[in-house]
């Protein structure tokens, strides 16, 4: 069985959706070949099911946020832009609200409303659809690319944009095939790796803490000489380590340095607002206090229920002490431990349990003007199939919106 279009998209992702969205609105005729049983599986599962599709920042700020691919993504963003993604989904029926860290999700909190929108205006161009369709291979036969589609069927089409996805979260369908095809068509690609995963760590404690959220703190990693340290925000114990968003957006970076240095010291700042001096006399005061307490007892105004004891035991306070028989040292050492809890990071969760995957086909063999292959005219790239990857918040669907946009509007070109 063999049939021809004009674009053939491969991936119905964000990037798959969007550019043969905006290759059928140019006029073309286009297929979309998804893997799945139904398009956008990845963007149901992002923002808790909420779908954080964009941000409200700035250009630049979308630049930096991407690191040394940034640049590559300026022409991309500046043609289609969180403002014109916003109007795109308002011309389907979707409004979309800006939240805290002017990230932007759908106004009724539901991610299948995303993709909803994205399937009926693929129906209204006429795109034609295939589902549970597994790409194996692409061939160059004079003025078409050839399509294997599984065993028994074969597409033709002029021009073909890869939109595969990354390795990332497999449950989705993001197997990493779209980079077998392009390496297979000379194409390099750097090294994968996990974006915004999970960290685990060395100190088997964590298992008595798994689901517990720390809010208003901040993380330090060091390793050598290299340090970084987050911003104020929520992490999140697991059976196996840490997660939530301020470790998501700098594991890429911790990974680095555990690569480099086998594993990194992590210090947790309980009480980021107060200085060690503040917290120290705020203490002072309530041992004054308050001296017949149980030491115990006091901590219930710092701390959640569930890490006193540990917290204690680190601090090599018995849990039964009185606040009088709290020593200045002692004192000294709780407030030491409010302001750097210890943990050492030594690894991640398999990229398979990543949201993004670092890494992808390089964007030196990629035009920025077009996201056409400088080594294969006619086959173009969009989404997380190209290297980079950016911090949660909208950034990254971004991406993948906005690199679609441009390959099906410069295939269709």
């Known amino acids: ?98 939240e805290r860290q002017g990230r932007v999700f759908p106004s009724d909190d539901k991610a299948r409303s995303v993709v909803e929108a994205l399937v009926r205006r693929l129906i209204d161009l006429g795109v034609k659809i295939v589902y549970s369709a597994r790409l194996t291979s692409i061939k160059i036969d004079k003025e078409y690319f050839k399509l294997e589609i599984g065993t028994e069927r074969t597409i033709s089409a002029k021009k073909v944009i890869l939109a595969t996805g990354g390795a990332s979260y497999r449950a989705t369908g993001s197997s990493g095939d779209g980079f077998v095809i392009a390496e297979k068509m000379g194409h390099k690609i750097i090294k994968l790796k996990p974006g915004l995963v999970p960290l685990t760590t060395n100190q088997e404690w964590v298992k008595d803490l798994q689901g517990l959220a720390l809010e208003n703190i901040r993380i330090t990693f060091e390793a050598g000489k290299k340090k970084l340290v987050s911003e104020i925000g929520e992490l999140m114990f697991t059976h196996f380590g840490i997660s939530g968003p301020l470790v998501l957006d700098l594991s890429g970076d911790v990974m680095d340095m555990v690569e480099a240095h086998k594993a990194v010291n992590v210090f947790i700042d309980l009480k980021p607002a107060l200085t060690s001096e503040q917290l120290d006399n705020r203490l002072l005061r309530e041992f004054k206090s308050s001296g017949k307490a149980q030491f115990k007892s006091i901590m219930k105004g710092y701390l959640p229920q569930r890490l ?78 190209i290297e980079g990857s950016a911090a949660s918040g909208g950034y990254n669907l971004q991406q993948a919106f906005s690199t679609g946009h441009l390959a099906g509007e410069s295939a269709a070109g």
């Open 308 to 385: 006193i004891t540990l917290f204690m035991t680190l601090a090599g306070i018995d849990p039964e002490h009185m606040v009088n028989q709290i020593t200045q040292k002692a004192r000294r050492e709780v407030v030491k431990l409010f302001k750097a809890l210890p943990l050492t990071v030594k690894g991640s969760l398999a990229i398979e349990e990543a949201m993004v995957t670092g890494g992808g086909v390089s964007i030196s063999q990629i035009n920025p003007r077009t996201m056409e292959s400088k080594l294969v005219p006619g086959l173009y790239f969009a989404g997380e199939i």
């Open 1 to 98: 069985m063999s049939e021809s279009f004009d674009i053939a998209v491969v991936g119905g992702g964000a990037a798959g959706a969007m550019a043969a969205i905006r290759a059928a609105e140019l006029g073309k005729m286009v297929i979309l070949i998804e893997r799945n049983d139904s398009i956008g599986k990845k963007i149901l599962i992002t923002g808790k099911g909420r779908c954080n599709i964009t941000n409200s920042a700035p250009i630049e700020t979308f630049i930096e946020k991407f690191g040394t691919s940034g640049k590559f993504l300026r022409t991309a963003l500046y043609k289609f832009f969180n403002g014109d993604l916003i109007e795109f989904f308002n011309s389907c029926g979707l409004e979309m609200k800006v």
